[in-house]
């Protein structure tokens, strides 16, 4: 499985950015999909997830603000982000569960700043 990941830059506070993530190789065995962010300083953690069926979970932080979805028919996963805020600031990375291995994209950097 292979994942490219897209999409992040500046952003001003209060506002928007949409992350791609392209999937390929053996995704019919992909159960999951998520994103990942890291701060500078900080863990590694889950923003939001999707399974093969369609269901969400997203951590507290970003309820209501990100969205995360999947076009199968472009193989590529998104993260719609908006009413952005400083503390979201952190290198976004895609991620895939599959045979019980996880495989990551390369990050892409948010920045939240005026």
């Known amino acids: 499985v292979q994942l490219q990941a897209s999409g992040g830059g500046l952003v001003q506070p209060g506002g928007f950015l949409r992350l791609s993530c392209v999937v390929s190789g053996d995704i019919v065995s992909i159960i999951v999909e998520g994103w990942f962010r890291q701060a500078p300083g900080k863990q590694r953690e889950l923003v939001a997830s999707?399974?093969?069926?369609?269901?969400?979970n997203y951590r507290d932080s970003v309820k209501g603000r990100f969205t995360i979805s999947r076009d199968n028919a472009k193989n590529t996963v998104y993260l719609q982000m908006n009413h952005l805020k400083p503390e979201d600031t952190a290198v976004y990375y895609c991620n895939a569960k599959s045979r019980g291995q996880r495989y990551w994209g390369q990050g892409t950097l948010v920045t939240v700043s005026s």
């Open positions: 999707i399974t093969s069926n369609g269901n969400t």
